[in-house]
């Protein structure tokens, strides 16, 4: 308690001094990619030196909707630090010496998420080889999942969560339960790789069950990842996917959309001033993802017109992981730092190019006015 003004008044002597940016970048988005690669993953961007298996999640996923196939390197490495209780790492470190340090807690509390991850990505590789040979972790990661299985509802355990600034609620761990019911729908294709037909049948079973109950949720909630995530993975019907386009606003998204929950913030957040974090901030990649959907759905015209919004954002020498949303610069704040060279941000970016850069303007006009079903 005593160390709360201190807090504040580091955090208001900050705001009154200059800010400087020191990130200035001559090299391509493409290539600063390519400069975090590490191990088969990637490190979150170039402050933050660490390789979170969260953050190369949505880098995988961005880089697979540009046509790249997950890394066989990176997912060994999470094969290889599987703990003796089934739990994936939650990220890693380095040593002077370049050896990884493998973490499964941050903060001191248990991140699950990354089980489900692991899950997807080995799902996610296109050799066969590969999922026999991890066949056997993949059922070990999935019994660690079920663990927190109830019912067939997802409890995570308290700060688990990408939410961590609000205080943990019944609601909490939404993203993750999408994450886990895709890993159910990952762990069926696995077995169905390998011919085993028993754990085939259970998982399409379990994944129905699942399904079911989450859908609910992702009816009733304002948050905006575990929605994109639910409508990627193709478990909701299309007029979910236009209901919650009609939600959000053109020129920001943010990862909680205004509404009649109010997510409390933890007394921590609040001294060190990132409570907003989660319901203010920009975080570009959202877009560029939704941006990815809705080309993936044919909506070329809608997508071009988010694209748009954020051109003063990726005009420039490198992509930052945040930025203040009346600004439009990145975030720097005494307890909250931007992170340059952002590489979901960065991979996110590229795929959603990529949605029109080799289309011709004419033959874009005709593609336009194409509906897909989800």
């Known amino acids: 308690m005593l160390v709360a003004p201190i807090i504040i008044l580091a955090r ?7 800010s400087i940016t020191l990130s200035k970048q001559n090299k391509s988005f493409d290539q600063q990619l390519v400069s975090n690669k590490i191990n088969g993953g990637y490190y979150a961007g170039s402050y933050q030196k660490k390789i979170i298996t969260r953050e190369n999640f949505y880098t995988f996923l961005g880089l697979k909707n540009s ?4 890394s066989v390197e990176y997912v060994e490495l999470l094969a290889n630090h599987m703990s003796a209780s089934n739990q994936i790492p939650a990220y890693f470190t380095e040593t002077i010496w370049g050896d990884k340090i493998p973490h499964y807690k941050e903060n001191g509390y248990e991140i699950v998420d990354s089980n489900a991850i692991f899950l997807i990505l080995l799902a996610w590789l296109s050799s066969n080889q590969t999922a026999k040979k991890y ?9 660690y999942l079920e663990q927190f299985i109830i019912d067939d509802v997802f409890f995570e355990p308290e700060f688990g969560s990408w939410e961590n600034t609000r205080k943990p609620t019944e609601r ?19 077995a169905m790789r390998t011919g085993n037909k028993s754990i085939m049948l259970k998982c399409v079973q379990q994944h129905t069950r699942f399904k079911k109950k989450l859908c609910v949720k992702l009816y009733q ?11 990627y993975f193709n478990m909701m019907p299309s007029d979910f996917w236009r209901s919650f386009d009609q939600e959000i606003e053109l020129d920001i998204i943010t990862l909680i959309t205004p509404g009649p929950i109010q997510y409390q913030s933890t007394w921590n957040s609040w001294v060190y001033g990132v409570d907003d974090q989660h319901n203010t901030l920009l975080y570009p990649w959202i877009t560029y993802f939704w941006i990815i959907i809705l080309g993936k759905k044919g909506k070329l015209k809608m997508a071009k017109e988010y694209f748009d919004e954020l051109t003063s954002i990726h005009s420039e020498s490198t992509l930052y992981s945040t930025y203040e949303p009346e600004t439009l610069r990145p975030v ?13 941000t960065l991979c996110m970016f590229l795929a959603a190019r990529d949605i029109f850069g080799p289309l011709p303007s004419n033959k874009m006009e005709e593609t336009m006015s194409i509906d897909l079903p989800v």
């Open 172 to 190: 909490s761990g939404l993203t993750t339960s999408v994450l886990v019911c895709h890993a159910i729908r990952s762990i069926e294709l696995l």
């Open 67 to 70: 046509g790249e196939s997950v």
């Open 221 to 231: 909630t304002q948050e905006t990842l575990p929605r994109m995530l639910s409508i």
């Open 12 to 18: 208001g002597l900050y705001r009154v001094l200059p």
């Open 332 to 344: 720097s704040r005494a307890f909250l730092q931007a992170d340059p060279s952002h590489s979901v």
């Open 135 to 143: 066949f056997i972790k993949a059922q070990r990661a999935m019994l």
